[in-house]
């Protein structure tokens, strides 16, 4: 070969030797710097498979391949991270558990701690009832608005979700029961009629000075105690306002009749025997940070 080299005339190029059509291939060194960065991969190749997990053996379980002599493995250090991430959260929970409301809700750290812990359980246990954005059905109430049956502040949340509302197994449950007004209280005719002004404290019934005066009498009698002069509610008895035009239940005509004739008593479980006190007080936290807390 040697011996009959051909060198291309103007760039002085070796050739291969192939030619078409009286055109030659030039035999271009590969550059220097490429060569080295080959040589280089394929040092560093070996390195590795001593160094590092590389090659399957067929063995069994973890035994399946070569391990390298640094021992390093994902799984040890996925395992590390977990234990580190308890370790933290463990800080938290700690915390948590050994703080009052205010305190967690003012704590920077302690409180995005909460809210997605709180946002969590949500999820798992309150959603089913009042809507994975806690937006309410009816009969459900709505949590994000600042309407509160039974108070929004941190302690009255707190409270209504360790025994629950009207939930018979434990004894500090939130508890007032509405008569049901159709079982001889009120005539139909006269809950009707109270009905209209339940309606007309939110604009929206008129009636007559001789109704109004004669409504009037039967709510001063029959529902102040509980609802309010007003009709503003009081949250200490769980009796909602009616003012608002926020219903529970429904702000049809025919929907405040039913509720005066027959009653509502919704019920909610009490949870301090279901979930830990450090997730109940992250569900208050997080439900108080919804929009309407107090
Ligand atoms: C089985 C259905 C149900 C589940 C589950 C449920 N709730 Fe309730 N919740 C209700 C009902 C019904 C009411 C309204 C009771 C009433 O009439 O006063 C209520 C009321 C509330 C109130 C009081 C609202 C106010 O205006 O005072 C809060 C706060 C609340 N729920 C939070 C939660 C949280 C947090 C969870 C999850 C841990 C949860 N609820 C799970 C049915 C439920
Ligand atoms: C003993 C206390 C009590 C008295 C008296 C009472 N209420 Fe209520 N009322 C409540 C409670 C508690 C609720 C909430 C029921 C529930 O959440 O299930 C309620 C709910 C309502 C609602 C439904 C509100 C909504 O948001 O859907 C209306 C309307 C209402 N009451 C009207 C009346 C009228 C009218 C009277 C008098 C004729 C009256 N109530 C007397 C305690 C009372």
Known sequence: ??????????????TTGHEWDGIKELNTPLPK????????????????????????????????????VLGYSQRNVVAE??????????????????????????????????????????????????????QGFKGYPNLNDDAWI???????IHTTLLYGIRWDEFDDTRFNDMPAYGDGILTPEEIDLVADYVLSLSGQAELSDAQFKEAAEI?????????????EGITELGAPNLRDSIWLYGGDKADIVETITHSR?????GWVDRLDPV????????????????
């Open 81 to 134: 991270q977990l234990t580190e991430a308890r370790t933290k959260q463990a800080q938290y929970i700690d915390a948590i558990a050994a703080a009052d409301l205010e305190q967690i809700a003012a704590d920077d750290e302690l409180l995005r701690f909460s809210l997605a812990g709180g946002a969590a359980a949500f999820g798992d246990n309150c959603a089913a009832c009042h809507g994975s954005g806690a």
């Open 150 to 156: 039974w108070g929004g502040t941190l302690e009255d």
């Open 219 to 231: 709510y001063a009698i029959q529902c102040a105690a509980c609802h309010g002069d007003e009709g």
């Open 265 to 269: 008593a919704g019920v909610m479980p």
């Open 33 to 68: 710097w490429w060569v080295w960065v080959f040589y280089a991969t394929i040092v560093w190749s070996i390195a590795y498979w001593i160094a590092m997990p590389a090659w399957p053996t067929g063995g069994s379980g973890t035994d399946d391949y070569t391990k390298g």
């Open 1 to 14: 070969m040697a011996t009959n080299v051909e060198r291309d005339e103007a760039t002085g190029t070796e």
């Open 279 to 294: 997730t109940i007080k992250q569900l208050a936290v997080y439900v108080h940070s919804l929009g309407g807390g107090q």
